[in-house]
């Protein structure tokens, strides 16, 4: 596939997760997480559609936190969905991308731990 070919794909691909996540997003808010992860995964069950479903849930979450009367239990559970899905990974060959992956699941840890220290405390 040309490069010109491969950006067309990747394009008309994001446009698809944009809508089915915008598809999913009720479903987050009323806590149908493995509904909404299916209308996304549909349109791609690789890493572009983990990468969308962690955009999503890393959403709900800052959506909560920014309520005036945020539920911590809601904000657990969108922390706990958007750690899985940001954290997803390629299949890991050599020392070099191991230790890519273990920095970047600590950086997305970090980025939603700060989320969740921003609550008030119940």
Same mark, same amino acid.
């Given at each position: ?10 394009? +008309?691909? =994001? ?13 987050? &808010? ?5 509904? !909404?992860?299916?209308?996304?995964? !549909? ?16 959403? +709900?979450?800052?959506?909560?936190? =920014? ?7 809601? !904000? ?5 969905? !958007?750690?899985?899905? =940001? $954290? ?9 991308? +191991? &230790? ?8 997305? $840890? ?7 220290? $921003?609550?008030?405390?119940?």
């Amino acid at each position: 596939m040309s490069k010109e070919s491969y950006q067309v794909w990747l394009q +008309a691909l =994001r446009k698809k997760l944009a809508a089915a996540a915008t598809e999913a997003e009720p479903l987050v &808010e009323q806590g149908w997480f493995d509904d !909404a992860e299916k209308l996304v995964r !549909a349109v791609d069950n690789d890493i572009n559609g983990s990468v969308a479903l962690g955009d999503m849930f890393t959403s +709900a979450l800052e959506r909560v936190v =920014r309520s005036p009367h945020p539920d911590r239990g809601r !904000a657990q559970a969108f922390y706990e969905r !958007a750690l899985h899905w =940001r $954290s997803a990974w390629p299949e890991v060959h050599t020392p070099e991308e +191991a &230790e890519a992956e273990r920095a970047h699941v600590e950086e997305v $840890s970090q980025e939603l731990t700060l989320l969740i220290d $921003s609550l008030p405390e119940a």
